[in-house]
C-alpha cells in the first residue's frame, strides 16, 4: 500500500495518519429497494485493480478523502475531497 | 604484536589498543578493527557453531551477509544475541560469547547431532515426528528447541534509549561504494539534497580493500578525497552505520543507524527517509563453493581474506590457498599475495583443480585436492573460495516484482531495467554507472548535473563470464549451501527427488534460506543446484520472495521512544488534581485515567468505599468527574437537521435552552452511541458522547457532514478538552449549586433536561449548565472551562458535596437501568433497550432507518432489557453469566441471555444485574437460573424491570 498519500489539504503525509474506512460507496436514497440497501451496507466487491475508497486524514485535516489506488500495483492515481465528488 | 596481523596496512589504529573478552578469555585489537578481524588477528578461528549439527564454524564473510560467526555482544540489559561478529565494531571492554554450544564452543555435546545427520536431513521434521499430535507440544518441540539455536534473547529491561526520525531528501544513494560515492558526488555537487547511507562503519566499500589505482591515486586517497569534498557539501548527509533495511512505496525506506555512543543519545536510530528518487548501489555479494567440509573455520570467502588483510592488516592464514571458479578468484589471488598474504596455491576449477573436501576439526587443517585426475593432499590453515558475484538485489525486489535471471552475469538482477540499480563488473563501470545514474536521477527533478569522473583506472577488476559451478565434481563430505541453517547439497537434491523442486516448496522442506540471513549466500546456489536437478535454466527456477527487512533489526529501534511510561500518551481529566488530592484510586478507561473511587481512612475493602460514596448521593450531595465523556459543538443553520438524521429520534424542534436524550444508530440499524445534546442558541448545540466513542462519532459526524450531506451548513468540532464537567448529583445539590450560581435554578425556571450558560462563584467563572441526571437523582452537570473546573470543584466540596468515582457512577446507573457500552454492544436495538417508542416513525430518513425495519431487527424473541434480583441477595451475579430456565441444562440451545452489567445495590442491600434475555419484557417474575461458565455455578434469580430505585422518577424532578 502507498506509504505517503496526498492529501489535497496538507500534501504528502504518512499513511499513519490516515484511517481507511473502506470502499467509496453512494448512500442510496432513503426510499431506494431494500436489494440497494443491502448491497449498500453489507455487499462489497475485492477487485484487483482499481478501486475507490473513503479515507479519513484524522491525523491531520479531518477531511475525508476518496483514494483511488490500484490493488495491483498500490499506485495511487488519485486523492481528492469526498465532499469535492 | 599479535601473532596473525601482519606487519603492516590495514586503516586500523595500530597505535591504541582496545581490550575485549571473548567466551571469558581476553584479548586485544585495535580501533578500526571489528570483533571478527580482532579475533583473527588473535588466531581464534572458531567463533561459533552451527544450528542444527553444531559443527565448528569461523568467519565467512567480512560483511553483513555473515552467516556463521554469531555471537552475543554485551551483559544484562544490553545483552544482544546473535549478533555478526564481522558487523559488531571493537570497544574497549567489549564482551563476546559463542552461542548454540554447551559445556564450551571447542567441546560442544551437540555435535553429536552430525552424527545423526543421516536421520537428520531435509524434512526429517515431517517424516520423525508423525504422532502422536500430543507429542508435539510435550516432547518435540521442546526437544528441538533445545538442541537447535541461536543465542538467547536478553531478560532485562535495555536501559539504551532508541529514537525514530524522518528525513526527506531529493536523492537517497543506498550503499557508499564506489558507485554510491561517484553519485552522491553528482548529485550534490548540482545542488540536490542527497543522502547516502551505508551499514558499514567507514563508508566506501570496496574502496576500503581495493587494490586498483583511480586516476594513479591508491584507493585510500581517492576515498578520503571524496569524503572530503561530500562533507564539506552543506546539502549532502552521509549516514553510515545505517543499513537500508526497506523499500516501501511512494520511495520511503526505513534504515536503522547504530548511534555512536553519546552520553544520554539513542543506541539505535530508525529513520524513515521520502526520498524524490533513490539509487540502489548496493554491490555484490561473492559466492560460496560447494565442497565437502566448505564450513571449516578457515574456509572464507576470498574477498573476505582480502578485507582482513588490507582493511584490518589481518592475514587469515599463514599457508593459504585460494580455490576459484572464474577468472576474478585469479585476481583476488595476486591482490593477496601482494598485500603479504601467503599464498601456497592458487586452484582453478575451469582448468581442473578442485578442492574435494576441507578437513580439521576446530579448524581447517589440510584439503584434499583432485588436479588433472590426481588426488593429493594440500596443507593449509586458510582456504579462500570464489564462486563469482552476484549483485544484492534485496532491496530491489521488495516491493514485488520478480529477479530476472542473468545468462551473462551468472546471477539474478532486480525485476526491471527501468530500475535504478547499479550493476557493474569493473570499478571504471561502477564510477560511471553511479555518477550517470546520480546525473539522470537528479535530473528528472530539474537539475543540471555532470557526472562526476575519476580518471582511469590502472588494475581494474576483471569481468567474469564463466559459467557457474554449482557443486564441486567429486566433492566428498557434507557440503554446505546454507551455512546459518545447515541445508547441504544433498538436501536439496533429495528435496528435488521428494517432488519439492519448485523453488518457494524447495525452500521450506529443506528451510535454504529461512535463517537470519534469508539466504544472501545461499540462495544462488541453492536455485542453481534445483536448476540442474530439474535439468533446467536456473531462469525457469526462479528466485524465492525478497522482504523487509535486509538484515535483523532489534524490537528497540522498532518500538523506538514508545515503551515503559511513553508506550500510549495518557490522558488525564482537567479534574485529576481535584481528585488526586482526595486520595482518588484511579483506573485506565482507554488512554483516560479515571477516577475510580475515593477511599477514606479506615474503609478496608473497596466496596464499603463505593457503597459510601453511593449511599451520599441518594442521601445527601455527591460530586462526580464527567470530563472525559466527547464533547461536540455543532453549529449552522442546518445544525438541527444534521442532529434530525443522525439521531433516530427526533431533534429538530429542540427548544433553545433544552438537552434531550438521543440514539445513535449504525446504518445497520444497531445502536451506536447515546447521550445527550443540548441546544445552546439557535445555531449552536452541544453533543455529549460516551467516553468510549468520542473519536468515533466525531468522525461519523465529520463523514455525515462532508460525504453524505455536504450541502448542510453546519460544522462540528470536538471540544471534549477545552471543558471541565462534573456531575452533582443528590437532594442537596440544588441548594450547594444555587450558592454559587447567578441563575435562577428553581423547577420553574430550571427543570429537568434544561440548558444554559451561566456564571458561577460570584461571575469569576462562565460555565455552562445542564440539569441531566445518570444517577436518577435531582442533578447537575457542571461545564466550566478547563482551568477552571477545578476551583469550581472544589467550591462545591467545600460546600459539603462528597467525591464518588467511576465505580459508584455504576452502581448508581444500574440501580435506574442506565444503559451504556455494556449493553450497547452493537448488536442491540432501541426495541431491545426498551426504547423502541423512541424511533421516530415520521422522520423520512436517518442514519439506521432502514436497515433497522428489517425483519430479524423487529422479531419478538429479540432479547430484551431487563434486571435481574437474586434470591441470594449477597452471592453476586456476573457480568457474563448466561441466563437459563429453571432445570434447564446450560446448553446453547437453552441460552436465554446473558448479564450485561452487575453490582452490588447498598439501597436494595442485594446484588443486582441488568440482562438481555429473550422476550425480557413479558418474563418480570419469571425464576430463572444464572448459571456462570467460568465457575460452573447455579445461581437463581428473579426477573424484574430493569429500574431498581425509583421507577416513578420523582426524585429526577425533584
Request: aromatic share 8%.
Given at each position: 500500500m502507498a506509504s505517503l498519500i496526498r492529501c489535497p489539504h496538507c500534501g504528502p503525509r504518512p499513511r499513519e495518519e490516515f484511517t481507511i474506512r473502506g470502499a467509496a460507496l453512494k448512500r442510496p436514497a432513503p426510499d431506494a429497494s431494500e436489494d440497494a440497501w443491502f448491497a449498500y451496507v453489507y455487499l462489497r466487491d475485492n477487485p484487483r485493480g482499481p478501486h475507490e475508497e473513503h479515507w479519513h486524514h484524522n491525523g491531520g485535516c479531518r477531511r475525508w478523502l476518496t483514494v483511488a489506488r490500484d490493488?495491483?500495483?498500490?499506485?495511487?492515481?488519485c486523492v481528492q475531497d469526498a465532499g469535492a465528488s | 604484536m599479535t601473532s596473525y596481523r601482519l606487519p603492516a596496512g590495514g586503516r586500523v589504529a595500530r597505535g591504541e589498543s582496545l581490550g575485549f573478552h571473548f567466551d571469558g578469555r581476553p584479548y586485544a585489537g585495535h580501533p578500526g578493527d571489528t570483533l571478527a578481524s580482532a579475533l583473527l588477528a588473535n588466531g581464534v578461528r572458531l567463533m561459533g557453531r552451527s544450528f542444527k549439527y553444531h559443527r565448528p564454524r569461523g568467519v565467512l564473510t567480512a560483511g553483513s551477509a555473515e552467516p556463521n560467526a554469531l555471537v552475543t555482544i554485551g551483559e544484562g540489559g544490553r545483552r544482544e544475541p546473535n549478533a555478526r561478529a564481522t558487523m559488531v565494531e571493537l570497544s574497549d571492554g567489549l564482551i563476546a560469547t559463542s552461542q548454540n554450544r554447551w559445556p564450551s564452543l571447542a567441546l560442544d555435546l551437540g555435535a553429536v547431532n552430525g552424527l545423526l545427520s543421516p536421520f537428520l536431513a531435509a524434512g526429517f521434521y515431517y517424516k520423525t515426528f508423525m504422532g502422536p499430535a500430543r507429542a508435539w507440544e510435550r516432547l518435540y518441540e521442546p526437544l528441538i528447541r533445545r538442541a537447535a539455536g541461536l543465542g538467547r534473547a536478553g531478560e532485562d529491561s535495555d536501559p539504551d534509549a532508541y529514537e525514530k526520525t524522518w528525513a526527506h531528501c531529493d536523492l537517497l544513494i543506498v550503499g557508499a561504494g564506489p558507485a554510491g560515492l561517484a553519485a552522491a558526488l553528482t548529485a550534490a555537487r548540482a545542488g540536490a539534497e542527497t543522502i547516502l547511507v551505508d551499514e558499514g562503519a567507514e563508508p566506501g566499500g570496496a574502496l576500503l580493500y581495493e587494490t586498483a589505482l583511480i586516476g594513479g591515486k591508491s584507493t585510500d586517497e581517492t576515498l578520503a578525497d571524496m569524503l572530503a569534498e561530500l562533507a564539506a557539501l552543506p546539502n549532502c548527509r552521509l549516514l553510515s552505520r545505517t543499513t537500508a533495511l526497506a523499500w516501501y512505496d511512494d520511495d520511503v525506506f526505513a534504515a536503522v543507524e547504530r548511534v555512536r555512543k553519546a552520553p544520554g543519545g539513542p543506541a539505535e536510530r530508525l529513520w524513515r527517509i521520502v526520498a524524490k528518487r533513490a539509487l540502489l548501489a548496493t554491490g555484490a555479494e561473492e559466492r560460496p563453493l560447494v565442497f565437502g567440509g566448505n564450513d571449516r573455520p578457515g574456509v572464507m570467502l576470498a574477498e573476505a581474506g582480502l578485507t582482513y588483510a588490507r582493511r584490518y592488516g589481518v592475514a587469515v592464514g599463514r599457508r593459504v590457498a585460494v580455490f576459484t571458479a572464474h577468472e576474478g578468484g585469479l585476481r583476488t589471488a595476486k591482490a593477496l599475495a601482494a598485500s603479504g598474504v601467503e599464498i601456497v596455491e592458487t586452484l582453478d576449477a575451469r582448468r581442473g583443480a578442485r578442492v574435494v573436501s576441507a578437513s580439521g576439526g576446530r579448524g581447517l587443517v589440510d584439503c584434499e585436492i583432485e588436479d588433472g585426475g590426481r588426488r593429493r593432499r594440500l596443507q593449509v590453515d586458510a582456504l579462500l573460495m570464489s564462486g563469482g558475484y552476484a549483485p544484492r538485489i534485496h532491496l530491489a525486489c521488495q516491493r514485488g516484482g520478480r529477479p530476472r535471471w542473468s545468462e551473462a552475469h551468472s546471477a539474478f538482477l532486480p525485476p526491471d531495467d527501468g530500475l535504478p540499480f547499479v550493476c557493474a563488473t569493473t570499478l571504471a563501470d561502477a564510477l560511471d554507472e553511479g555518477a550517470a545514474r546520480g546525473a539522470a536521477l537528479v535530473g528528472e527533478i530539474g537539475r543540471k548535473a555532470a557526472p562526476a569522473a575519476f580518471g582511469a583506472i590502472d588494475g581494474d577488476w576483471t569481468p567474469s563470464t564463466d559459467k557457474p559451478l554449482w557443486r564441486v565434481p567429486g566433492s566428498r563430505g557434507k557440503a554446505f549451501v546454507d551455512f546459518q541453517n545447515d541445508v547441504q547439497a544433498d538436501d536439496i537434491a533429495l528435496a528435488a527427488r521428494e517432488g519439492y523442486d519448485h523453488v518457494e516448496l524447495a525452500k521450506r522442506y529443506t528451510t535454504n534460506g529461512m535463517a537470519t540471513d534469508q539466504g544472501k549466500l545461499s540462495n544462488l546456489n541453492a536455485i542453481g543446484l534445483l536448476a540442474e536437478a530439474r535439468g533446467v535454466s536456473p531462469a525457469e527456477v526462479g528466485a524465492t520472495t525478497f522482504r523487509p527487512f535486509y538484515t535483523p533489526v532489534s524490537f528497540g529501534a522498532l518500538a523506538g521512544p514508545h515503551r515503559g511510561p511513553h508506550f500510549q500518551p495518557v490522558r488525564r481529566s482537567p479534574l485529576d488534581g481535584w481528585a488526586r488530592r482526595r486520595g482518588a484510586v484511579f483506573v485506565e478507561a482507554g488512554l483516560w485515567m479515571r477516577a475510580s473511587y475515593f477511599p477514606r481512612a479506615g474503609e478496608t475493602h473497596w466496596r464499603e468505599t463505593v457503597n459510601r460514596e453511593a449511599l451520599a448521593v441518594r442521601g445527601d450531595v455527591g460530586l462526580c468527574d464527567v470530563s472525559t465523556l466527547g464533547k461536540i459543538e455543532i453549529v449552522g443553520p442546518d445544525a438541527g437537521l444534521l442532529l434530525d438524521r443522525v439521531?433516530?429520534?427526533?431533534?429538530?424542534?429542540?427548544?433553545?435552552?433544552r438537552a434531550r436524550y438521543g440514539l445513535m444508530l449504525r446504518e445497520d440499524g444497531f445502536i451506536f452511541d447515546d447521550g445527550t445534546t443540548s441546544r445552546l442558541d439557535d445555531q449552536r448545540y452541544v453533543m455529549t458522547t460516551t467516553t468510549a466513542a468520542a473519536a468515533d462519532v466525531l468522525r461519523h459526524l465529520e463523514f455525515c457532514t462532508q460525504v453524505h450531506w455536504p450541502e448542510l451548513k453546519v460544522r462540528v468540532v470536538s471540544v471534549t478538552d477545552s471543558w471541565a464537567q462534573m456531575a452533582l448529583a443528590g437532594p442537596r445539590s440544588r441548594a450547594l449549586l444555587q450558592a454559587i450560581?447567578?441563575?435562577?435554578?428553581s423547577n420553574q425556571a430550571f427543570p429537568h433536561m434544561s440548558a444554559r450558560a451561566v456564571t458561577l462563584l460570584g461571575w469569576r467563572v462562565a460555565a455552562r449548565l445542564f440539569r441531566l441526571s445518570y444517577s436518577g437523582e435531582l442533578a447537575y452537570e457542571i461545564a466550566t472551562p478547563a482551568g477552571e473546573g477545578e476551583l469550581v470543584a472544589e467550591a462545591l466540596c467545600a460546600a459539603g458535596a462528597s467525591p464518588y468515582g467511576l465505580e459508584a457512577m455504576g452502581v448508581l446507573r444500574i440501580e435506574k437501568g442506565h444503559v451504556t457500552h455494556n449493553e450497547?454492544?452493537?448488536?442491540?436495538t432501541p426495541g431491545d433497550l426498551g426504547m423502541g417508542r423512541m424511533v421516530s416513525s415520521t422522520k423520512a430518513d436517518f442514519i439506521g432507518r432502514r436497515m433497522l425495519a428489517r425483519e430479524g431487527l423487529q422479531a419478538p424473541d429479540r432479547p430484551r432489557l431487563v434486571g435481574l434480583l437474586p434470591f441470594a441477595p449477597q452471592a453476586p451475579l456476573r457480568a457474563g453469566a448466561h441466563v437459563l430456565r429453571e432445570g434447564d441444562e446450560a446448553r446453547l440451545e437453552n441460552d436465554q441471555g446473558h448479564i450485561t452489567s452487575s453490582c452490588y445495590s447498598p439501597h436494595l442491600n442485594s446484588h443486582i444485574a441488568l440482562t438481555l434475555v429473550t422476550r425480557g419484557e413479558a418474563r418480570h417474575g419469571e425464576t430463572v437460573q444464572v448459571w456462570n461458565a467460568l465457575k460452573n455455578e447455579y445461581a437463581r434469580a428473579r426477573i424484574v424491570a430493569p429500574v431498581f430505585v425509583d421507577p416513578a422518577q420523582e426524585r429526577l424532578h425533584g
Amino acid at each position: 500500500m502507498a506509504s505517503l498519500i496526498r492529501c489535497p489539504h496538507c500534501g504528502p503525509r504518512p499513511r499513519e495518519e490516515f484511517t481507511i474506512r473502506g470502499a467509496a460507496l453512494k448512500r442510496p436514497a432513503p426510499d431506494a429497494s431494500e436489494d440497494a440497501w443491502f448491497a449498500y451496507v453489507y455487499l462489497r466487491d475485492n477487485p484487483r485493480g482499481p478501486h475507490e475508497e473513503h479515507w479519513h486524514h484524522n491525523g491531520g485535516c479531518r477531511r475525508w478523502l476518496t483514494v483511488a489506488r490500484d490493488t495491483a500495483t498500490h499506485a495511487v492515481s488519485c486523492v481528492q475531497d469526498a465532499g469535492a465528488s | 604484536m599479535t601473532s596473525y596481523r601482519l606487519p603492516a596496512g590495514g586503516r586500523v589504529a595500530r597505535g591504541e589498543s582496545l581490550g575485549f573478552h571473548f567466551d571469558g578469555r581476553p584479548y586485544a585489537g585495535h580501533p578500526g578493527d571489528t570483533l571478527a578481524s580482532a579475533l583473527l588477528a588473535n588466531g581464534v578461528r572458531l567463533m561459533g557453531r552451527s544450528f542444527k549439527y553444531h559443527r565448528p564454524r569461523g568467519v565467512l564473510t567480512a560483511g553483513s551477509a555473515e552467516p556463521n560467526a554469531l555471537v552475543t555482544i554485551g551483559e544484562g540489559g544490553r545483552r544482544e544475541p546473535n549478533a555478526r561478529a564481522t558487523m559488531v565494531e571493537l570497544s574497549d571492554g567489549l564482551i563476546a560469547t559463542s552461542q548454540n554450544r554447551w559445556p564450551s564452543l571447542a567441546l560442544d555435546l551437540g555435535a553429536v547431532n552430525g552424527l545423526l545427520s543421516p536421520f537428520l536431513a531435509a524434512g526429517f521434521y515431517y517424516k520423525t515426528f508423525m504422532g502422536p499430535a500430543r507429542a508435539w507440544e510435550r516432547l518435540y518441540e521442546p526437544l528441538i528447541r533445545r538442541a537447535a539455536g541461536l543465542g538467547r534473547a536478553g531478560e532485562d529491561s535495555d536501559p539504551d534509549a532508541y529514537e525514530k526520525t524522518w528525513a526527506h531528501c531529493d536523492l537517497l544513494i543506498v550503499g557508499a561504494g564506489p558507485a554510491g560515492l561517484a553519485a552522491a558526488l553528482t548529485a550534490a555537487r548540482a545542488g540536490a539534497e542527497t543522502i547516502l547511507v551505508d551499514e558499514g562503519a567507514e563508508p566506501g566499500g570496496a574502496l576500503l580493500y581495493e587494490t586498483a589505482l583511480i586516476g594513479g591515486k591508491s584507493t585510500d586517497e581517492t576515498l578520503a578525497d571524496m569524503l572530503a569534498e561530500l562533507a564539506a557539501l552543506p546539502n549532502c548527509r552521509l549516514l553510515s552505520r545505517t543499513t537500508a533495511l526497506a523499500w516501501y512505496d511512494d520511495d520511503v525506506f526505513a534504515a536503522v543507524e547504530r548511534v555512536r555512543k553519546a552520553p544520554g543519545g539513542p543506541a539505535e536510530r530508525l529513520w524513515r527517509i521520502v526520498a524524490k528518487r533513490a539509487l540502489l548501489a548496493t554491490g555484490a555479494e561473492e559466492r560460496p563453493l560447494v565442497f565437502g567440509g566448505n564450513d571449516r573455520p578457515g574456509v572464507m570467502l576470498a574477498e573476505a581474506g582480502l578485507t582482513y588483510a588490507r582493511r584490518y592488516g589481518v592475514a587469515v592464514g599463514r599457508r593459504v590457498a585460494v580455490f576459484t571458479a572464474h577468472e576474478g578468484g585469479l585476481r583476488t589471488a595476486k591482490a593477496l599475495a601482494a598485500s603479504g598474504v601467503e599464498i601456497v596455491e592458487t586452484l582453478d576449477a575451469r582448468r581442473g583443480a578442485r578442492v574435494v573436501s576441507a578437513s580439521g576439526g576446530r579448524g581447517l587443517v589440510d584439503c584434499e585436492i583432485e588436479d588433472g585426475g590426481r588426488r593429493r593432499r594440500l596443507q593449509v590453515d586458510a582456504l579462500l573460495m570464489s564462486g563469482g558475484y552476484a549483485p544484492r538485489i534485496h532491496l530491489a525486489c521488495q516491493r514485488g516484482g520478480r529477479p530476472r535471471w542473468s545468462e551473462a552475469h551468472s546471477a539474478f538482477l532486480p525485476p526491471d531495467d527501468g530500475l535504478p540499480f547499479v550493476c557493474a563488473t569493473t570499478l571504471a563501470d561502477a564510477l560511471d554507472e553511479g555518477a550517470a545514474r546520480g546525473a539522470a536521477l537528479v535530473g528528472e527533478i530539474g537539475r543540471k548535473a555532470a557526472p562526476a569522473a575519476f580518471g582511469a583506472i590502472d588494475g581494474d577488476w576483471t569481468p567474469s563470464t564463466d559459467k557457474p559451478l554449482w557443486r564441486v565434481p567429486g566433492s566428498r563430505g557434507k557440503a554446505f549451501v546454507d551455512f546459518q541453517n545447515d541445508v547441504q547439497a544433498d538436501d536439496i537434491a533429495l528435496a528435488a527427488r521428494e517432488g519439492y523442486d519448485h523453488v518457494e516448496l524447495a525452500k521450506r522442506y529443506t528451510t535454504n534460506g529461512m535463517a537470519t540471513d534469508q539466504g544472501k549466500l545461499s540462495n544462488l546456489n541453492a536455485i542453481g543446484l534445483l536448476a540442474e536437478a530439474r535439468g533446467v535454466s536456473p531462469a525457469e527456477v526462479g528466485a524465492t520472495t525478497f522482504r523487509p527487512f535486509y538484515t535483523p533489526v532489534s524490537f528497540g529501534a522498532l518500538a523506538g521512544p514508545h515503551r515503559g511510561p511513553h508506550f500510549q500518551p495518557v490522558r488525564r481529566s482537567p479534574l485529576d488534581g481535584w481528585a488526586r488530592r482526595r486520595g482518588a484510586v484511579f483506573v485506565e478507561a482507554g488512554l483516560w485515567m479515571r477516577a475510580s473511587y475515593f477511599p477514606r481512612a479506615g474503609e478496608t475493602h473497596w466496596r464499603e468505599t463505593v457503597n459510601r460514596e453511593a449511599l451520599a448521593v441518594r442521601g445527601d450531595v455527591g460530586l462526580c468527574d464527567v470530563s472525559t465523556l466527547g464533547k461536540i459543538e455543532i453549529v449552522g443553520p442546518d445544525a438541527g437537521l444534521l442532529l434530525d438524521r443522525v439521531y433516530c429520534n427526533g431533534f429538530a424542534k429542540l427548544p433553545v435552552g433544552r438537552a434531550r436524550y438521543g440514539l445513535m444508530l449504525r446504518e445497520d440499524g444497531f445502536i451506536f452511541d447515546d447521550g445527550t445534546t443540548s441546544r445552546l442558541d439557535d445555531q449552536r448545540y452541544v453533543m455529549t458522547t460516551t467516553t468510549a466513542a468520542a473519536a468515533d462519532v466525531l468522525r461519523h459526524l465529520e463523514f455525515c457532514t462532508q460525504v453524505h450531506w455536504p450541502e448542510l451548513k453546519v460544522r462540528v468540532v470536538s471540544v471534549t478538552d477545552s471543558w471541565a464537567q462534573m456531575a452533582l448529583a443528590g437532594p442537596r445539590s440544588r441548594a450547594l449549586l444555587q450558592a454559587i450560581c447567578d441563575a435562577d435554578l428553581s423547577n420553574q425556571a430550571f427543570p429537568h433536561m434544561s440548558a444554559r450558560a451561566v456564571t458561577l462563584l460570584g461571575w469569576r467563572v462562565a460555565a455552562r449548565l445542564f440539569r441531566l441526571s445518570y444517577s436518577g437523582e435531582l442533578a447537575y452537570e457542571i461545564a466550566t472551562p478547563a482551568g477552571e473546573g477545578e476551583l469550581v470543584a472544589e467550591a462545591l466540596c467545600a460546600a459539603g458535596a462528597s467525591p464518588y468515582g467511576l465505580e459508584a457512577m455504576g452502581v448508581l446507573r444500574i440501580e435506574k437501568g442506565h444503559v451504556t457500552h455494556n449493553e450497547i454492544n452493537g448488536t442491540v436495538t432501541p426495541g431491545d433497550l426498551g426504547m423502541g417508542r423512541m424511533v421516530s416513525s415520521t422522520k423520512a430518513d436517518f442514519i439506521g432507518r432502514r436497515m433497522l425495519a428489517r425483519e430479524g431487527l423487529q422479531a419478538p424473541d429479540r432479547p430484551r432489557l431487563v434486571g435481574l434480583l437474586p434470591f441470594a441477595p449477597q452471592a453476586p451475579l456476573r457480568a457474563g453469566a448466561h441466563v437459563l430456565r429453571e432445570g434447564d441444562e446450560a446448553r446453547l440451545e437453552n441460552d436465554q441471555g446473558h448479564i450485561t452489567s452487575s453490582c452490588y445495590s447498598p439501597h436494595l442491600n442485594s446484588h443486582i444485574a441488568l440482562t438481555l434475555v429473550t422476550r425480557g419484557e413479558a418474563r418480570h417474575g419469571e425464576t430463572v437460573q444464572v448459571w456462570n461458565a467460568l465457575k460452573n455455578e447455579y445461581a437463581r434469580a428473579r426477573i424484574v424491570a430493569p429500574v431498581f430505585v425509583d421507577p416513578a422518577q420523582e426524585r429526577l424532578h425533584g
